[in-house]
């Protein structure tokens, strides 16, 4: 399927084309000035774009968010890869996620410095790469708020020993391993603690199959006790690899409950 942008602007949101350097970002903003937006760092999938979530940024944006969405290396403006060819998931995945999360740390020191941001008030989302991609970003920044996982996931581990017993993934180096726990959210449990996690997930994923959060919530479940409002599972039932409108009015009733 030939994926085309959204051409209709809407009359509420202000849109602008940064670079922060080198990585071409997309900000929305709700139409008037202020000091300061709580602010939504959005993560797009694989083989997409900031470009293909025009829609996603402005329906985000006219309930009062800023919203940053960065093209991830070989997506988009960043020397971009034919990604239907045979092979390309396997050799670009891994370097895809670890870079976007390494380079969150320059997109989130120039969001605080340079861009309208309400205080300690900045959450990360994203859908399927960019969902494994913001679970990464969340252990490695604590200061963020709050997380939005749509159709990813925060149990990296698991995910690479399902797709290696299935013959999709190669073994990985020693160091490649070393990289991939040093962000993986299963790993860092106590970086998590207290901190609001939202899980959104199709319960007929084939892209990513929803096992993987499953078994992810439940160990979130033994140290969010005393806090069990801090944390959801949104499961769809029949939902393929797809956001529904239902999975996006959750994700936007989170964010005003927890941002």
């Given at each position: ?8 602007k809407?009359?509420?949101v ?8 080198g990585?071409?970002c ?8 202020k ?13 997409s ?5 025009v829609?996603k ?6 309930y009062?968010y ?7 290396i070989?997506h ?21 996620l ?5 380079e ?6 120039y969001?605080r410095k ?7 008030r ?11 991609i913001?679970?990464?970003v969340?252990?490695?920044?604590q ?6 996982v ?21 073994d ?7 990289r ?7 790993h ?7 901190r ?18 499953e078994?992810?919530?439940?160990k ?6 005393e ?8 499961k ?24």
């Amino acid at each position: 399927m030939n994926r085309t942008t959204f051409n209709q602007k809407s009359e509420f949101v202000n849109a602008m084309r940064i670079e922060i350097e080198g990585i071409p970002c997309m900000v929305y903003r709700p139409i008037g000035e202020k000091k300061g937006y709580p602010t939504v760092i959005y993560y797009h999938g694989w083989s997409s774009c900031k470009d293909f979530q025009v829609f996603k940024g402005e329906v985000l944006a006219s309930y009062g968010y800023q919203v940053i969405m960065p093209d991830a290396i070989h997506h988009g403006e960043r020397e971009p890869i034919d990604h239907q060819q045979e092979g390309m998931l396997e050799k670009y995945f891994r370097k895809v996620l670890l870079q976007s999360v390494e380079e969150s740390e320059i997109i989130l020191r120039y969001v605080r410095k340079e861009l309208a941001v309400e205080k300690n008030r900045i959450a990360v989302m994203g859908h399927s790469m960019g969902g494994f991609i913001s679970s990464g970003v969340f252990v490695k920044d604590q200061d963020l708020k709050t997380v939005i996982v749509l159709n990813g996931s925060s149990a990296w581990s698991i995910v690479e020993d399902e797709m290696r017993e299935t013959g999709t993934e190669d073994d990985l180096t020693p160091k490649e391993e070393e990289r991939l726990r040093q962000f993986d959210p299963y790993h860092h449990l106590d970086a998590l603690k207290g901190r609001p996690v939202c899980l959104i997930h199709g319960e007929k994923d084939s892209a990513v199959p929803i096992e993987g959060q499953e078994e992810f919530y439940h160990k979130l479940e033994e140290i969010y006790r005393e806090n069990p409002e801090k944390i959801r599972f949104f499961k769809v039932p029949r939902m393929d690899h797809y956001i529904s409108t239902g999975m996006f009015e959750e994700s936007i009733s989170w964010l005003k409950n927890h941002l």
